[in-house]
């Protein structure tokens, strides 16, 4: 059953954020809405300026034990907005859960079109992996979360090293918009809308084909990859981008963990200070990334 929280949030996300993106008509006031979100970061936790092969961010780090590895993570937004500082419950939740974690700054779009996130995160990843002792992961949110699938793709290409493990929460995967639950799910969504986001796919694109796997990963080859863990709410207009990149990477043989979440909001690891279901959610994928450290320690 729905937690009481979690239906207060619902309710509270359908009338405020929801509607302002609904009534956003450039990338620009999508930016708007989506910077206003207000952070609700764990006591506990520091968060320190750092450039990370030349790109900008934060190192979030929680007192007590040391670490059990280090973590990339990589913000959403519809890579038109949003920023490290407004990720704060998530990754101060992963900082609390055992990670010592780099949240990136990356270019966003309209002023900087694809590849200039992929790039960001690729010497981002770079750095990190150079620098860092120990189990090496990376994960991300919707845009982000598309960005990190994107960023494992483009790591094996180009044959530099991969991360330990992956996690993608919400992960926008199709800039093409085809997946079903784009429509079937746009009432039901208690904070996206679907109308308009071809604007910001196209922001992103800037021109590029939405079905080139480096933008899209829904249509990459998962070959080689990681384990990946995926989280969705049943009730999003991406679950449909969560659950075909999931089955892509488990026909490939990666090693893919699906978790679905009944009613539960896009990226509702947002509210890991609140809800059960968050809480959840969050402790599964740290659990998922240390455990794949563990193997490889």
Request: hydrophobic share 45%; with cysteine; proline share 8%.
């Given at each position: ?5 979690a239906?207060?949030?619902n ?10 993106l609904?009534?956003s008509?450039t990338?620009?006031?999508?930016r ?7 952070a609700?970061?764990p ?21 007590g034990?040391?670490p059990?590895g ?8 519809g890579?038109v907005?949003?920023s ?8 101060g ?5 055992g ?11 309209p002023?900087?079109v ?12 770079t750095?990190l ?39 993608a929460f919400s992960p ?11 429509r ?5 969504d ?7 986001i071809e604007t910001?796919a ?9 079905r ?10 998962y070959?080689g990859?990681?384990p ?10 991406l679950?449909?981008?969560?659950l075909?990149?999931?089955?892509r990477?488990k ?11 009944r009613?539960?909001p896009?990226v ?5 200070r ?5 809480r959840?959610a969050?402790d599964?994928?740290?659990?998922f ?9």
């Amino acid at each position: 059953m729905t937690s009481l929280r979690a239906r207060f949030i619902n309710f509270a996300l359908r009338h405020s954020v929801k509607q302002g993106l609904a009534r956003s008509k450039t990338p620009q006031d999508v930016r708007r809405v989506f910077n206003s979100t207000r952070a609700f970061p764990p006591r506990g936790v520091t968060f320190t300026p750092a450039t990370l092969g030349g790109v900008p961010g934060e190192w979030v780090e929680a007192a007590g034990a040391p670490p059990q590895g280090t973590l990339l993570y990589l913000h959403g937004g519809g890579y038109v907005g949003m920023s490290p500082r407004t990720h704060r419950a998530i990754t101060g939740g992963f900082a609390k859960r055992g990670l010592r974690v780099f949240a990136a700054d990356y270019r966003l779009a309209p002023e900087h079109v694809f590849p200039a996130a992929l790039d960001d995160a690729t010497a981002a990843w770079t750095a990190l992996r150079a620098g860092a002792q120990g189990p090496c992961h990376v994960a991300g949110d919707s845009a982000g979360g598309g960005l990190t699938l994107a960023l494992l793709l483009n790591l094996r290409d180009r044959g530099l090293p991969l991360p330990d493990s992956a996690v993608a929460f919400s992960p926008w995967t199709d800039l093409a918009i085809t997946g079903p639950s784009m429509r079937a799910n746009a009432a039901r969504d208690p904070l996206l809308v679907s109308d308009g986001i071809e604007t910001i796919a196209g922001a992103y694109l800037g021109g590029a084909d939405p079905r080139n796997p480096l933008a899209s990963p829904l249509y990459g080859d998962y070959a080689g990859l990681p384990p990946i863990l995926f989280s969705v709410g049943d009730t999003e207009i991406l679950l449909d981008d969560c659950l075909r990149a999931a089955e892509r990477a488990k026909a490939a043989g990666v090693t893919t963990k699906v978790c679905v979440e009944r009613d539960m909001p896009h990226v509702f690891v947002f509210a890991n200070r609140w809800t059960p279901e968050a809480r959840r959610a969050m402790d599964e994928a740290a659990g998922f990334l240390n455990a794949a450290g563990a193997k490889r320690a």
